[in-house]
């Protein structure tokens, strides 16, 4: 059954999807932004669901912009005051906007969730509910289904950092069913309930778990153990996207692959943060993805929820610790957790801070004058924002952290760059190519760099490959269905631009300043005013390649200045290195 939502490009959708049990998705169509102002190609779903054993439960609400939809939609299928317990696996508002819509309909609701999202819930509904805090290995037993003969009895497995601090998994023996919420998901909106196409989900699903879930990988290698110890898992529920079912081993081999990849070596980046405070988990998100996409090991942790022996030990064991502006008039705990924070430091670690943007922050000088003062080394100039985070803030948190994993992998990545053999090196180098300038802006955020791995790649439609180092700043704007332009360099004036592009910019700075421009002649980004030629391309594919992103996009639109000109050529020497 699909019903229309009020407001247009949002539908709601419910499903029975095993015994007693339904679906209630909410599909939001159009939604373009998400998190840490990635963009989505294909809109995104908020999912919850409704289990009727011998007492009802049902799992998540939805976002706030379904408040007249949604509600609607669940009386259609029981009365909200039949229901016996709300299980909240996190608190982000696109899963429990709608949790004080529901306690108005039945105040005697008994919400059940870890001891850190009942206490964020406190702070979000603003008035008194039944709670039960649980940790893993409790459970939750809704007796035996009348008509099914089903007994629905779930438990439950802490995950925390999946990608907030009070993330839980709820495991139904009755059905084999694992509600995750955010871990194994995607933002697409479909009306296919099911992974039916996975080669249509997986870049979505990929794209998804490096934005939110490979900062995290050593907790969702954590998760997973748990997840081994369950019986049969035959379906993940998760709150975004399809329901994975008829690929399950796949997208669970693809978490358990990328999340061991990213964990292998000792030296890692702690990346601090206050959760539910000012921008602070958005913005230590995009440091932690700009680290990632330097091969650099990460791992985010929150200051609030994590014990003191842990934090100790992630932030002594680190090779770079990154920490927030706290709030000047933190509660005892908090506070106690910056001390230990504090203590935990090494005198040969990286160290960083960055501006929570919080209200009544701790002066980012004060925190950075702390840290300076305890002889750490500096790994990038503290990061300011002077007013609410756009794309511009998070691509500097991003540049910033990329810079940091450099440092961490520079060893190696000098090592690597000796380490192929000297004949092979020396053939390998003398492939040649041209020489170009890659330049992409969506909204506020722009990037460009210079590159000679392009070629020409079918003729109709005319399509081209670029090859993109994955840590690469402008790799972020050149997801499937984003715009770029390549412009094409001469041969007799290519020297000016090719130095200003390979010059390090440091985080946040305008790669076209001083640059001659034309802007709106190409849909996807600047047009260099020096160029010889340009090219509008829209990306269809990326594949992956070890170190790089192999780009395949078509092209749109095109011109030349100058008919006899020709292109600038780039000869190397060597072949593993550029």
């Known amino acids: 059954m699909v019903v229309a939502a009020s407001t247009p490009r949002l539908s709601l959708q419910s499903e029975l999807i095993a015994s007693d049990t339904t679906t209630i998705r909410s599909l939001d169509w159009d939604r373009s932004r998400f998190d840490i102002e990635f963009g989505l190609r294909n809109g995104t779903t908020y999912n919850s669901f409704l289990v009727r054993g011998e007492r009802t439960a049902l799992i998540d609400t939805s976002h706030l912009k379904f408040e007249h939809s949604w509600p609607a939609l669940l009386q259609e299928q029981i009365d909200p005051k039949d229901i016996d317990v709300l299980i909240v696996s996190h608190t982000e508002p696109d899963h429990s906007g709608l949790v004080g819509h529901l306690l108005e309909l039945n105040p005697d609701l008994e919400i059940v969730g870890s001891k850190v999202a009942i206490q964020f819930l406190e702070n979000q509904v603003h008035r008194p509910f039944q709670s039960r805090a649980i940790k893993s290995g409790d459970e939750l037993d809704l007796g035996t289904n009348p008509e099914s003969g089903i007994q629905h009895r779930f438990e439950f497995l802490s995950a925390p950092n999946l990608h907030w601090p009070d993330t839980i998994f709820s495991f139904d023996h009755g059905t084999g ?49 748990r997840m081994d110890a369950l019986p049969a898992i035959n379906t993940i529920a998760v709150g975004h996207g399809p329901l994975l079912r008829h690929h399950l081993s796949l997208w669970m081999s693809d978490y358990r692959d990328w999340s061991s990849d990213r964990s292998k070596g000792e030296a890692y980046a702690a990346v601090c943060y206050v959760s539910q405070y000012g921008f602070c988990d958005r913005l230590s998100q995009a440091i932690a993805r700009g680290i990632g996409k330097a091969e650099a090991q990460v791992q985010l942790v929150d200051l609030r929820a994590t014990d003191p022996q842990e934090l100790s030990a992630l932030v002594g064991e680190a090779s770079a610790v990154v920490v927030p502006t706290w709030p000047a008039n933190a509660d005892p705990d908090l506070q106690a957790s910056v001390g230990t924070l504090l203590a935990a430091l090494k005198p040969k670690q990286w160290v960083a801070c960055y501006d929570a943007y919080g209200g009544n922050d701790e002066p980012i000088d004060a925190v950075a004058s702390q840290l300076r003062s305890m002889g750490q080394k500096e790994a990038f100039e503290p990061l300011r924002v002077r007013q609410v985070p756009d794309g511009n803030d998070y691509q500097r948190c991003e540049e910033a952290g990329t810079d940091l994993g450099q440092l961490l992998t520079r060893a190696k990545t000098i090592a690597a760059m000796k380490s192929l053999d000297g004949d092979l090196d020396k053939a390998l180098g003398r492939l040649s190519g041209g020489l170009y300038v890659v330049t992409a802006r969506q909204d506020e955020r722009a990037s460009a760099m210079v590159a000679s791995w392009v070629s020409q790649a079918s003729f109709d439609p005319p399509g081209i490959t670029v090859a993109v180092a994955k840590d690469r700043a402008i790799e972020a704007l050149m997801q499937v269905g984003d715009r770029f332009v390549l412009n094409i360099l001469r041969e007799d004036n290519y020297q000016d631009l090719m130095r200003h592009f390979l010059k390090r910019f440091p985080p946040g700075a305008d790669r076209f300043a001083g640059v001659a421009t034309l802007d709106g002649v190409a849909s996807g980004g600047p047009v260099l005013g020096d160029a010889l030629a340009f090219l509008g391309c829209r990306v269809i594919q990326r594949m992956e390649g070890p170190d790089h ?23 190397r020497k060597v072949g593993n290195h550029y």
């Open 549 to 571: 992103w192999i780009i395949y996009a078509e092209v749109e639109q095109g011109n030349v200045s100058d008919t006899e000109a020709s292109t600038a050529v780039h000869h």
């Open 177 to 225: 069913i694992l509600y995750t919420c955010d871990a194994f998901g995607m933002h697409y909106c479909s009306e296919d309930v099911f992974d039916v196409d996975p080669g249509a989900l997986a870049p979505d699903f990929r794209f998804y778990y490096d934005c939110l879930m490979g900062p995290n990988a050593r907790s969702v290698l954590q998760a997973m153990k």
